[in-house]
Nanobody, 116 residues
């Protein structure tokens, strides 16, 4: 059974850092893009960062220079290093995987709360 699991969320003060991890099962094959999305309270879910199989990176303007996405060299994991966190970064963060066949996999999400 395909599983995607985020971890690493929590409560942090403004200016602090967190590192999110996303682990997924080997049964998910044909992955072309790994990404992180977030959904603040009462708002829509938006892309934060994604990394393509080619290594191409895309970041939302609001996190450029503060967040960094990376993937495990060998293994099924993708990470999001978040520095200089701001209260506006408070959201539930979701891991997303896209495959060659157009299928999306989502985790359950991890809460990130940044206090001012």
């Amino acid at each position: 059974q395909a599983q995607v699991q985020e971890s690493g969320g929590g409560l942090v003060q403004a200016g602090g850092s967190l590192r999110l991890s996303c682990d997924f099962t080997q049964s998910i094959v044909g992955i072309t893009t790994m990404g992180w999305y977030r959904q603040p309270p009462g708002k829509e879910r938006d892309m934060v960062a994604r990394i393509h199989l080619s290594g191409n990176l895309v970041y939302a303007d609001s996190v450029k220079g503060r967040f960094r996405i990376s993937r495990a060299k060998a293994g099924n994991a993708v990470y999001l290093q978040m520095d200089s966190l701001e209260p506006e970064d408070t959201a539930v963060y979701y891991c997303n995987l896209k495959t060659h066949w157009g299928k999306d996999y989502w985790g359950q999400g991890t809460q990130v709360t940044v206090s001012s």
